[in-house]
């Protein structure tokens, strides 16, 4: 079956570490996203890519970096100067960059935690 | 901008009540309207959609009707059950020049008791 699985489902991070959140699809899907979720607050945008090596910064980048190297990976990582980062993080694709079917496709998320 | 606003949770009713989530939104032009459902530990499902104005979008006895007018698209069902118990977060579709995202309300939880 086709779809996106994020790893690990939970990820404690120690102080000063950084951590990264794996996404992959098999949806031959071009647009990838990542959303954090907070309780109360809904999804916020982090970064999306809508190409293979190429990204953008959403509404609340500061204290992530992603990568898109391969059209079917886009890893998120979670550096130190994220000051809050205990969240739900949930990755989603489309099949193209103007989301012409007007659908998101979303993992099953990632519950990190601060130690 | 473009932003979406939910009522507040979280909802509890009873098996086979009435349900109704309000959804506003505030947006150039009329953009395309969206209900995602989240059930426990998973990620967010497409419930339904509506494309333009008076368009009316239905799943699984769910239903909104996009309403320009007063810039809603309200969620209802007629009878809900135990297994509609999860958050249900608005949408809508924004394009720039480079592509579209989706700016998302911030959920609304419901729940239902038998």
């Known amino acids: 079956d086709g779809g996106i699985t994020q790893s690990p489902k939970y990820l404690f991070r120690k102080e000063g570490q950084n951590v990264t959140l794996s996404c992959e699809q098999n949806?031959?899907?071009?647009?990838m996203y990542w959303y954090r979720q907070d309780p109360g607050q809904g999804l916020r945008l982090i970064y999306y890519s809508q190409i293979v090596n190429d990204f953008q910064k959403g509404d609340i980048a500061e204290g992530y970096s992603v990568s898109r190297e391969k059209k079917e990976s886009f890893p998120l990582t979670v550096t130190s100067a994220q000051k809050n980062p205990t969240a739900f993080y949930l990755c989603a694709s489309s099949i193209d960059q103007r989301l012409t079917n007007e659908k998101l496709f979303f993992g099953s998320g990632t519950q990190l935690s601060v130690l | 901008g473009d932003s979406v606003t939910q009522m507040e949770g979280p909802v509890t009713l009873s098996e086979e009540a009435f349900l109704t989530i309000n959804c506003t939104y505030t947006a150039t032009g009329y953009p395309s309207l969206f209900w995602y459902v989240q059930y426990p530990g998973e990620g967010l499902q497409l419930l339904l959609k509506?494309?333009?104005?008076?368009d009316k979008g239905s799943n699984k006895g769910f239903e909104a009707t996009y309403r320009k007018e007063t810039t809603s698209f309200h969620l209802e069902k007629g009878s809900v059950q135990v297994s509609d118990s999860a958050v249900y977060f608005c949408a809508l579709k924004v394009i720039y020049n480079q592509g579209g995202k989706l700016i998302f309300g911030q959920g609304t939880e419901l729940s239902v008791k038998p």
């Open positions: 509506a494309t333009k104005a008076d």
């Open positions: 949806l031959n899907h071009d647009a």
